[in-house]
Nanobody, 123 residues
Framework: QVQLVESGGGLVQPGGSLRLSCAAS????????MGWFRQAPGKEREFVAA????????KYADSVKDRFIISRDNAKNTVYLRMNSLKPEDTAVYYC????????????????WGQGTQVTVSS
């Protein structure tokens, strides 16, 4: 299984931007579809964005569409989540996840997870 480590979280004001990174090791990164999920206190983990193995297909949750961009660099074994126009309701722990080839927006279909990185949007 691939190991995943997220970074880039922090405190940002409403309207600001952050870029999260997720570095993968221990597997063939280009064989995996990658997803970003988030979990706010007291809530279930929810889908944010996903990208297929090549980067040619992407999907987004309606709540982040037109604000967040998922991308990947297979040469660096890294997937990114660029978050723009951040809102207080984006506050959560953000997780990256991996599954073989085909992207999904279902938590249960991912095999490997990172430890998460906290994003707090507050003035």
């Amino acid at each position: 299984q691939v190991q995943l480590v997220e970074s880039g979280g922090g405190l940002v004001q409403p309207g600001g931007s952050l870029r999260l990174s997720c570095a993968a090791s221990g597997g063939t990164f280009s064989s995996y579809a990658m997803g970003w999920f988030r979990q706010a206190p007291g809530k279930e983990r929810e889908f944010v964005a996903a990208i297929n193995w090549s980067g040619g297909s992407r999907k987004y949750a309606d709540s982040v569409k037109d604000r967040f961009i998922i991308s990947r660099d297979n040469a660096k074994n890294t997937v990114y989540l660029r978050m723009n126009s951040l809102k207080p309701e984006d506050t959560a722990v953000y997780y990256c996840a991996a599954r073989i080839l085909v992207m999904s927006d279902y938590v249960g279909e991912y095999d490997s997870w990172g430890q998460g990185t906290q994003v707090t949007v507050s003035s």
